[in-house]
């Protein structure tokens, strides 16, 4: 690891901050305030995803502003000239209280979720967090042992679990409109993966490359990995599955209740190209058998696909019913009476005889006010459990999405309960559910 002398001073001066929270207790919080006050808020990470965040909470008060990135935060300061502004999330997160913060917006690069989100909480700090809500499986485990300790209300960024369709095709799965559900694939065409070391990059002008890597052994800077490259690299992001499957498998995860596995065990495998230790794969198909909740049920099966690779059962049904059903949706639930096939914005039943006797079942779940304004009733209201996507739900999403990861980079099958952190009989795979951060950049309680 190479770690320059501005760096070293840099984790040195501002790791003497994060001491200043105390991770045994939560800071009295202000009494909540009158309806027609805005919130306080502060938002880490101010450009693309979360420029598309402030837009949504700019109705509230901006206060802090922070982005390592001095073009990002320049502008967003032209657009909110009162704020504060810092470069560095933990030094924003120590000055909490001279900030008088209602709640934090946490739109990073993944592999810094978890620390802001950590000490958000640590502080009693309501969160807002882009998925997937941390880089490892461990992480998970902290944010939510926090939680237990502090709960605030939080929300986590999969804004399509607020779309009206997302509710209506829950409701038809409970309701039995397609049987009993055996299996389900979900997938995505697009690819991050293939992330290579580009020898001799420079970073940009106004990026501080040394707080941009945060938690992370240093390297030289990577040709495009800011502002979204980073994606495609294991020490930054999680690839295509990380990136987008809390968006498309929290539908199947919804729908049939799989935050509440009650200790039954999942065996996942994944495949692809031969796993890099740098970069993430250009294709991967992935597997989770869920063990069933009732004696001589066959398992619960879960498919991912991505980069180009298809769901086989609907290759057959769409080249029979000649339908690019692969090119119009993103989710297929297959039961013992039929399918189900949805992406955010429809649904439809298949065979087209099902779908002409159902009858949808009269809606249940309640319109949403809006993915960030859940989180914000929620805030006034003190609510710590209103967001649907709240921190509670968001760990078990984001563990399922990212034991598809580690399967893959362990390159066999591996078998856990979900909760529990630990991969037993596999010490290689337990070692990729997390890994230590760099002196300074610790999770509280970690």
């Keep these: 690891m190479h770690v320059t002398r501005r760096g070293f001073i840099t984790v040195a001066a501002i790791g003497s901050l994060v001491p200043m929270m105390p ?20 938002c880490i990470g101010t450009a693309n995803r979360a420029w598309d965040n402030i837009q949504e909470l700019r109705h509230e008060r901006i206060v802090a502003l922070c982005d390592v990135d001095a073009g990002y935060l320049a502008r967003a300061s032209s ?18 209280r001279e900030l008088d913060l209602d709640g934090v917006v946490v739109s990073t690069p993944d592999h810094t979720h978890a620390l802001a989100t950590a000490l958000a909480l640590q502080a009693g700090l309501p969160v807002y967090c882009e998925k997937p809500l941390t880089r490892t499986v461990r992480e998970l485990g902290v944010l939510r042992s926090l939680w237990e300790r502090h709960p605030v209300a939080t929300q986590m960024g999969t804004q399509i679990h607020a779309g009206d369709n997302y509710r209506r095709v829950v409701e038809a799965i409970r309701a039995g409109a397609i049987g009993r559900v055996t299996a389900v ?22 990026l501080d490359w040394e707080l941009w890597q945060g938690p992370i052994e240093r390297r030289a800077y990577i040709d495009g990995v800011h502002p979204a490259n980073w994606r495609r690299y294991w020490s930054y992001g999680s690839g295509t599955l990380g990136d987008m499957g809390c968006h498309i498998m929290d539908l199947p995860f919804w729908a ?57 059962f609907v290759q057959e049904i769409g080249a029979k019913d000649r339908v690019d059903y692969h090119g119009r949706f993103s ?53 710590p459990t209103a967001p649907l996507c709240g921190l509670p739900y968001a760990t078990r999403l ?21 909760g529990s952190m630990r991969i037993d009989g596999d010490p290689a ?10 002196p300074g950049w610790t999770l509280p309680g970690a």
């Design 79 to 96: 657009e909110f000239p009162d704020a504060r502004t810092f470069r560095d999330f933990r030094e924003l997160l120590a000055m909490e």
């Design 398 to 418: 984001t563990e399922l999405v990212l034991l598809g990861t580690v399967a893959y980079r362990a390159g066999r099958p591996i078998r856990c309960v979900p």
């Design 429 to 438: 795979a337990d070692r990729l559910l997390g890994e230590p951060a760099l």
């Design 256 to 312: 049939l209740g799989l935050d509440r596995l009650d200790g039954r065990s999942i065996e996942i495998q994944a495949d692809g190209p031969p796993p890099d230790a740098i970069g993430t794969p250009a294709w991967l198909e992935a597997s989770w058998a869920i063990a069933p909740g009732r004696a001589g049920d066959d398992p619960l099966v879960l498919r991912w696909f991505d980069g180009g690779r298809m769901s086989p």
């Design 185 to 206: 694939d979900c997938w995505q065409q697009k690819s991050w993966g293939d992330g290579r070391l580009t020898p001799g990059a420079v970073p940009p002008a106004g």
């Design 331 to 383: 989710v297929c639930f297959q039961g013992t009476t039929g399918a189900l096939f949805a992406n955010y914005g429809e649904m439809l039943l298949w065979p087209g005889a099902r779908a002409a006797a159902w009858q949808p079942p009269a809606p249940t779940i309640a319109p949403s006010i809006g993915h960030h304004r859940e989180w914000l009733q929620a805030i006034r209201d003190g609510q």
């Design 23 to 42: 991770a045994c207790a939560t800071r009295p919080r202000r009494s909540r305030r009158p309806a027609a006050e805005p919130l306080r808020l502060a």
